[in-house]
T-cell receptor, first 118, second 114 residues
Framework: DAGVIQSPRHEVTEMGQEVTLRCKPISGHDYLFWYRQTMMRGLELLIYFNNNVPIDDSGMPEDRFSAKMPNASFSTLKIQPSEPRDSAVYFC????????????????FGQGTRLTVV | KNQVEQSPQSLIILEGKNCTLQCNYTVSPFSNLRWYKQDTGRGPVSLTIMTFSENTKSNGRYTATLDADTKQSSLHITASQLSDSASYICVVRNYGGSQGNLIFGKGTKLSVKP
């Protein structure tokens, strides 16, 4: 398996524009997570899905952010309109099971999308 | 409040030297703790996982320890190599709660110099 695939790797956009980030999870994984990483705050969970259904979106900063998972192999994170403070690296991760057991299950991360809003 | 604190924030060492990274957590109830390595421009990759019953676990030159009583973990790197330069992130899983049950530390940035 190629791992979690994100696109684009880099995105530079002007303030006010719509931005769409894409993610293909590892085949067979039933959990998908969107994270945002900044120097100040580290990794923050934005939203996660289980079997394509959004479970917890409490980390989504505001209504400008939305995420969808139309099928098991694809998810998008959309920012509309984008603002300079949205500049960050956005990671998608997937796992097989959320790991309610003691050992937990490992989340596999994509390479991230570096978003710059100017 | 569930939190994970890592120290130091950054560290510079010479190639071949050893170093130890610290992780303190207040997550409860505790399930397990993972150390991730994140190379520049890449996503985090798991190094090791510790459960409450495990005190020490090694993965090559990486050795993780866990003290569930004091809620502390450490990652010891032996005979460092230039390729060890990365951010090391401590992640604690708890039962229940939001955030997908994972609480992330902000990481320690390690630079290994020749």
């Amino acid at each position: 398996d190629a791992g979690v695939i994100q696109s684009p790797r880099h995105e530079v956009t002007e303030m006010g524009q719509e931005v769409t980030l894409r993610c293909k999870p590892i085949s067979g994984h039933d959990y998908l997570f969107w994270y945002r990483q900044t120097m100040m705050r580290g990794l923050e969970l934005l939203i996660y899905f289980n079997n394509n259904v959004p479970i917890d979106d409490s980390g989504m900063p505001e209504d400008r952010f939305s995420a969808k998972m139309p099928n098991a192999s694809f998810s998008t994170l959309k920012i509309q309109p984008s603002e300079p403070r949205d500049s960050a690296v956005y990671f998608c991760a997937s796992s097989l099971g959320q790991g309610m057991g003691i050992r937990g299950t490992e989340a596999f991360f994509g390479q991230g999308t570096r978003l710059t809003v100017v | 409040k569930n939190q994970v604190e890592q120290s130091p924030q950054s560290l510079i060492i010479l190639e071949g030297k050893n170093c130890t990274l610290q992780c303190n957590y207040t997550v409860s109830p505790f399930s397990n703790l993972r150390w991730y390595k994140q190379d520049t421009g890449r996503g985090p990759v798991s190094l090791t996982i510790m459960t409450f019953s495990e005190n020490t676990k090694s993965n090559g030159r990486y050795t993780a320890t866990l003290d569930a009583d004091t809620k502390q973990s450490s990652l010891h790197i032996t005979a460092s190599q230039l390729s060890d330069s990365a951010s090391y992130i401590c992640v604690v899983r708890n039962y229940g709660g939001s955030q997908g049950n994972l609480i992330f530390g902000k990481g320690t940035k390690l630079s290994v110099k020749p």
